[in-house]
Every structure is written in structure tokens, then in C-alpha cells.
């Protein structure tokens, strides 16, 4: 085998290899060997296939399997030699060698992981922020949850209706003064000051009483699940027919036994459990993006541009995605398309550095996925889809790609937990306000 190198700038080589035919057509004429010794055909004793019938039917399926594991091997050993990792999938561009008696000639280029040395991590120091879950904030969500249980009562006396009222309306949606599907509808209760309508459809009934009567116009969003709607104009024919007002459900025990305990007090620890959950998970968040903040400023390789690409891509997508919404950051919604990708090119950038540099250290400190956390991970994804269980882990079983994507995100809070727990953490108690006050995310 002759291999030339023939592209080395930065990340980037490329080489020119050639595989004598000789050695091809030996490999093929052993492949050949054993496709005839595996035939079974009419007129012949099983194993004693004559080749040159194997050759006749199977030469070129056969020639291509011995050229895909030729340039497999010569690629492998090639970059096996020189230390050279791939970033990628290598290109490979066939010259010639197709044919029996011709030499294969293929030429590649491929991508490589830079050289990483993981830098000093001895003066790691880190602040852990932490929550107390008060009485303060168990009580705001037990009120939301009465919230949620409270009653409304129809109104007797004659008034405009107010914010926290409800509407019970018919309504007929028109477009161009034609009803369209889906449009029309009776006895539905609309809260005022609420949500799950259109906007301006709550807030232009607002001050309307029973047996009163108007046409408001809204404007659907723009990312409206009908397409014909999305974005368009419309009216609707409003006609009321009560009006209802919020009761709140007491705080006490009863609440809590119309909820499934026995006790308000039961109620509470529940609360008080699952907020304090919250709070550990924000605790995690702000210590990991400190913990990735300090490696970003360690970093010193380049990283593979197709890498960067591909990262950047997924990033965009959802950019143009949250753009299509309206739902763009309100510090990205001034900046022109440019900007936008130039500063999500270096978040791209700053992903792929963080995602080596962690894989480095993890290699380095022999951090591995079990197959035990695999498990625990696929059974907390078919949790998700209650009722489809056993088709979630059907699909795994099926796609081990999918399995494999639930390793990353494992090893990297296997490796990041290291880090932690190696660093110089300060234990720094806050609000929960302070707490939940996440800056923009660069990760």
C-alpha cells in the first residue's frame, strides 16, 4: 500500500492511497472461495461448487464488498499510523481500481480531532447557590393549587363583567363575512384576564354582560395550528349568556382531600418536596454553566470546522424556528440576520470546544457509562409516554442509535459531577428569586 499525503492545513489532511491489484484480487479470489463453498445448487454435492460458477454470478457484488473493506482497512490503518483521530466521517473519492487487474487508487479527506491537553484544573473554585424552600413559597403554590380548584358562581345582579369574571358566550368566527370550520361555538366560558385565546379575543369582551351582543375582529398568530388561519384576520359574532365569578376553594383539609390526601399538612410536604426539587435542579444548572464558564476560558485548541458546522445548524434551525413563532429573545429580536449568526456561530464554536475538552478528561479519568445507567435512562424516557411503554423500549431495542443518544448526556454529568466535586466549592445561600435569576445560556 502507497499512501500520499496530499492536504495538511490545520485541522484538515488529505491523502492519495493506492492497494496493489494483486492484493485485491487475492482477497477476492478468497472471497470467491468461500461464496461457492456456501452454494447449494441443483447437480452439486454441497461444498463442491466449482468457483468459476461463483464468479460468473457473484464477481462484481464480491468485487465491491473486497474495494468497500479495502479502503476501510487502508483508511483505519492509515490514520492509525500517523496518531490522527477523525472529526468526522472521512470523504472518499474512488480514482480507479473498479476492475479486476487495476490498482485501487481512492483519495480522502477527513477532518481530525485537535491534540487536547487538559489544562490545569487545580485552582477550579466554584460558588453553590442554594434556596431554602420557606413557608413563603410552599404557601404560593398551595395557593395556585386552590387556584385551580376554585368554583365559579353564576352572577345575579346587573354589571359589566370585570378581569377574573367569566364569560359564559356563544360565538360564530367569520372570514370575508363567511363562518369558517371550526369557528363556532356554545356555552363556552372565556375568563377574562386569562389565557388559551386568540390575543384580544378575551380583552375585547371585557365590560360585556348578559344578552348583550358584539363583533370583534382578531388577528390570528402567526404560528396558528390551522395554516388557513395562521396570520389572518378574522370576526366573531359574540352573544352572551352569563356571567360568572370566581370563588377560590378554602385552604384546608377538605382541599386536600378532594386532591387525594388526608391532611393539609400531607398536602405540604408534597409542595415543600417538589419545590425543593426545583431548587436542587436550579442549584445544578447554575453550578454546571460556572463550572463550563471556567473550562470555556481553559480552552485552547481549535475546533473542527464541520464539527462547529453541524452545531450551528441545529442551533439555527430552532433560532428560525422560535423566529417563525415570535418567540426570539427579546436581546436577539433587534439584531439583523448577521449578528444573529455570528453570535450563534460562537456558541456553536464554544459547544464543540466544552463537548472535547469534557470527553478528554472523561477518557483520561476512565469515566464510563454502565449499561445499568443505559437501563435506568431508557426507563425513565418510556416513563414519558405513559401507556406506551413497551413500544418506547421496542424502539431501542430496534435503534441502537437511540440508545447511543442517551450516553452523551450521561457521561457528560458523570464528568461534570467530577469536576465538581474536585473543585473548590463554596456553599452560598440565596433567594429564589436569585436563584431562578438564570443568565442567557451560552451552552
Known amino acids: 500500500m502507497q499512501v500520499t499525503e496530499t492536504l495538511s492545513e490545520g485541522l484538515k489532511r488529505g491523502f492519495t492511497i493506492t492497494i496493489p491489484a494483486a492484493d485485491l484480487d487475492a482477497k477476492q479470489e478468497a472471497r470467491l472461495k468461500e461464496v461457492a463453498a456456501g452454494l447449494k445448487l441443483p447437480g452439486f454435492r454441497p461444498g463442491k461448487v466449482p468457483v468459476s460458477i461463483a464468479r460468473q454470478r457473484y464477481a462484481d457484488a464480491v468485487r465491491a464488498e473486497v474495494l468497500e473493506q479495502a479502503v476501510s482497512e487502508a483508511l ?120 388559551g385565546f386568540i390575543p384580544g379575543f378575551a380583552e375585547q369582551i371585557e365590560g360585556m354582560q348578559p344578552g348583550e351582543e358584539k363583533v370583534i375582529t382578531v ?107 415570535g418567540e426570539l429573545d427579546e436581546e436577539d429580536q433587534g439584531k439583523d440576520e448577521e449578528t444573529l449568526r455570528a453570535d450563534y456561530r460562537k456558541i456553536a464554536e464554544r459547544r464543540v470546544k466544552l463537548g472535547l475538552l469534557l470527553a478528554e478528561i472523561g477518557r483520561k479519568n476512565a469515566i464510563t457509562v454502565t449499561n445499568d445507567e443505559l437501563g435506568r435512562a431508557m426507563r425513565a424516557e418510556a416513563m414519558r409516554y405513559q401507556g406506551q411503554e413497551q413500544q418506547v423500549f421496542e424502539f431501542f431495542q430496534k435503534n441502537p442509535q437511540a440508545v447511543e443518544s442517551l450516553r452523551g448526556p450521561i457521561f457528560e454529568n458523570k464528568v461534570v459531577d467530577y469536576l465538581i466535586e474536585l473543585a473548590k466549592v463554596e456553599d452560598k445561600e440565596v433567594t429564589p428569586e436569585e436563584l431562578s435569576d438564570i443568565p442567557p445560556a451560552n451552552i
Open 76 to 195: 483505519s490503518s492509515t490514520l492509525d499510523e500517523r496518531g490522527l483521530r477523525p472529526a468526522g466521517q472521512p470523504k472518499v473519492d474512488l480514482v480507479s481500481g473498479q476492475e479486476q487487474g487495476k490498482d485501487l487508487e481512492f483519495r480522502v479527506e477527513t477532518e481530525i480531532l485537535p491534540e487536547i491537553t487538559v489544562p490545569d484544573l487545580s485552582d477550579l473554585s466554584l460558588t453553590r447557590l442554594k434556596a431554602v424552600a420557606g413557608d413563603e413559597a410552599i404557601d404560593k403554590v398551595v395557593a395556585d393549587i386552590a387556584k385551580r380548584q376554585r368554583n365559579f358562581e353564576v352572577v345575579e345582579e346587573v354589571r359589566p363583567s370585570v378581569k377574573g369574571d367569566v364569560l359564559t358566550i356563544d360565538f360564530v368566527g367569520k372570514r370575508d363575512g363567511v363562518a369558517f370550520d371550526g369557528g363556532t361555538a356554545e356555552d363556552v366560558n372565556v375568563e377574562l384576564g386569562g389565557e
Open 219 to 325: 388577528t390570528f398568530p402567526e404560528n396558528y395550528g390551522a395554516e388557513e388561519l395562521a396570520g389572518k384576520e378574522a370576526t366573531f359574532d359574540i352573544k352572551v349568556k352569563a356571567l360568572k365569578k370566581a370563588v377560590d376553594a378554602p385552604i384546608d383539609d377538605e382541599l386536600a382531600k378532594k386532591l387525594g390526601f388526608e391532611t393539609l399538612e400531607q398536602l405540604r410536604d408534597l409542595v415543600r418536596k417538589q419545590v425543593e426539587g426545583e431548587y436542587e435542579q436550579l442549584t445544578r444548572l447554575r453550578i454546571k454553566r460556572d463550572l463550563l464558564d471556567a473550562l470555556a476560558a481553559k480552552t485552547n485548541f481549535e475546533a473542527p470546522e464541520g464539527m462547529v458546522d453541524a452545531e450551528f445548524n441545529q442551533i439555527w434551525q430552532r433560532v428560525e424556528a422560535d423566529r417563525k413563532a
